[in-house]
């Protein structure tokens, strides 16, 4: 058999999802110590990391014997359990401003979903009757702000806009000036995406802060860290780098429609202390769930 | 991180003595730590585990290297499995027998597609070629103006049909367009999608079998954590990938989804993403990824030396 047959053979098994597999292991065995590596593995598999995966399991093993279970098929309630604790350790509600508009400035990597996210966003809070007005204040991507004005376009709401290239400061400074103007309740600020080793990039970001701080004197009442739901051990890179340059007060988790569990998230939030806020479950306007602890952990622990 | 890996790596493997020949107990203790260090890159709970296997099989009985101390000696097979598993067949883009070649780019959302599409296209341009773009996303918001725009950057004509025209006809009336042009590589950019999305991937293979493609390549993100098996693995089912670009490398994920992917789909890594910036795509280096995976450059350099 050739070297790729005996991978591909090996990754069969994993075409069963995580509880289906763990599911099996529940049903047929006594609680023993291969139970737990089985569920290690899948909290890995959920891209978890060595480390959340492993104190996971020990918090799950402490719950197991504090309630006195000793079958396997009681252990999906504990993990969901441990997880949703793990995960409600921070407060996930949005921050408004007490008086005048609320600024939330959306950041992350190259890609991740920040544009859509605005978009539903903006959607959601129209739908509650706030007024909301949009900043495209990335001028660096092509079509980026003509991708924010098709937004605008569907929910129904102005963007403020320079043109390509134009400083991305300016345009937060502009959309400022235009939400107290229009008495806006949110003024949501898209921003290029920049991978967080990129300092100069950085550097960029955390002027924006800084004019919006000065502009608006309590903003931004919300920095909102998206993170692509099929990344990595990058992710939690993502969390610290991007918290260090500009304080980022939640995390945004997208793309949780397709296979990838999101299991970044919890060392994120368990590590770096930034609650999750909203999840992202399509490209439509109405794929946007505020964060819900449990809901979360049992998504990724149950079928 | 990688530092932090990288000396706990090193000092696990400090404690093999040399003796001559990899003994049993050597190499399991080495490959635990080479186990968190590959999972630590992102490389899928499966692969790492036929990976660990495969290799402490190869390893054991080995003689050490005089110059090498036993845990060089693992490090050095594990460098040699890494990359060989990378590299393998050449990575070349299929030219077709009668132009013109037809390369289409695939992938999740977001992925890198469009990019890479503005930067293969540059690339074809600077050996005299005559590319065409055809923009056959009409789902993303603005999909058609951001290849419009890298067209113009990389001064290579675009041809679109709008949003309102299904991409199966989009392409079919690309081709025709790239034979009115005397275009000799037509460069195909598919909206993002989700590989379960069953409509969309039907979609894909219409358009696919409409065209004939040298070339479908799937774009992958360096960051991508453990799911890029089931990404690459139903990509390449439905689609028989032919190839993979790698994208923003530039960051400082450790890109262990490659691994992955090459794993599941036996396709070559052709090209990799630097950057945001309009530059010709680069040639995959098997080498240097795998060292960036294990994460561990002096031990390796030290290696090569020996
Ligand atoms: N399936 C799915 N796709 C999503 C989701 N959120 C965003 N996308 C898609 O992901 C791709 C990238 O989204 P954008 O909103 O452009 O991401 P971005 O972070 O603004 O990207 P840059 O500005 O280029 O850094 C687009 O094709 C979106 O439609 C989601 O929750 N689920
Ligand atoms: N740093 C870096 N950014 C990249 C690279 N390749 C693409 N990007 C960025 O990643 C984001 C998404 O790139 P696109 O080319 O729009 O991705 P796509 O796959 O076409 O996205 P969809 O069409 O929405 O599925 C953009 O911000 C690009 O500038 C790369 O190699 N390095
Ligand atoms: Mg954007
Ligand atoms: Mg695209």
Known sequence: MGLFDRFKKGLQKSRTSLVERLGNVFRSRKLDESVYEEMEEAFIAADMGVETAFALVEDVRALARKNKVENAEQLPELMVEAMSKMLSEQDSEMRFATDGP????????????????????????????????????????????????????????????????????????????????????????DTAGRLQNKTHLMAELAKIHKVAARELPGSPHEVLLVIDGTTGQNGLNQAKVFKEVVDVSGIVVTKLDGTAKGGIVLPIVHEQGIPVKWIGLGEGMDDLQPFDATAFAEAVCKP | ?????????????????????????????????????????????????????????????????????????????????????????????????????????????????????????LAFRQHQHRPLLVAADVYRPAAIDQLHVLGRQVDIPVFDMGTETNPVDIVRNGMAEAERQGA?????????????????????????STIEPSE???????????????????????????????????????????????????????????????????????????????????????????
């Open chain 2, 1 to 121: 991180m990688l530092e932090g890996l990288s000396s706990s790596l090193q000092k696990a493997l400090g404690k093999l003595r040399s003796k001559g020949k990899l003994t049993e107990s050597d190499v399991q203790e080495a490959m635990r730590e080479v186990r968190l260090a590959l999972l630590a890159a992102d490389v899928n709970v499966k692969v790492v585990r036929d990976f660990v296997a495969r290799v402490r099989e190869r390893a054991v009985g080995q003689d050490v290297q005089k110059s090498l101390t036993p845990g060089q000696q693992v490090i050095k097979i594990v460098y040699e499995e890494l990359t060989e598993l990378m590299g393998g067949t050449q990575a070349r883009i299929q030219m077709a027998a009668k132009p013109p070649t037809v390369i289409m780019l695939v992938g999740l959302q977001g992925a890198g597609k469009t990019t890479a599409i503005a930067k293969l296209g």
């Open chain 1, 102 to 189: 609320t600024l939330v400035l959306m950041v992350g990597v190259n890609g991740a979903g920040k544009t859509t996210t605005i978009g539903k966003l903006a959607h959601y809070y129209l739908t509650e009757g706030k007024r909301v007005l949009l900043a495209a204040a990335d001028t660096f991507r092509a079509a980026a702000i003509e991708q924010l004005l098709a937004w605008g376009d569907r929910v129904d709401c102005d963007v403020i806009r320079h043109t390509q290239g134009a400083d991305p400061a300016a345009v937060i400074f502009d959309a400022i000036q235009a939400g107290r103007a229009r008495n806006a309740d949110i003024i949501l600020c």
């Open chain 2, 216 to 306: 479908v390549l799937l774009v992958v993100d360096a960051m991508t954590g453990q799911d890029a098996v089931h990404v690459a693995e139903t990509f390449h089912e439905r689609l028989g990938v032919t190839g993979v670009i790698l994208t923003k490398l530039d960051g400082d994920a450790r890109g262990g989804a490659a691994l992955t992917v090459r794993a599941v789909t036996g396709c070559a890594i052709k090209y990799v993403g630097l950057g945001e910036k309009i530059e010709p795509l680069e040639p995959f280096h098997p080498d240097r990824l795998a060292s960036r995976i294990l994460g561990m450059g002096d031990v390796l350099s030290l290696i090569e030396r020996a």
């Open chain 2, 184 to 208: 000799d590589v037509v460069l195909v950019d598919t909206a993002g999608r989700l590989h379960i999305d069953d409509a969309l991937m039907t979609e894909l293979e219409d358009m696919k």
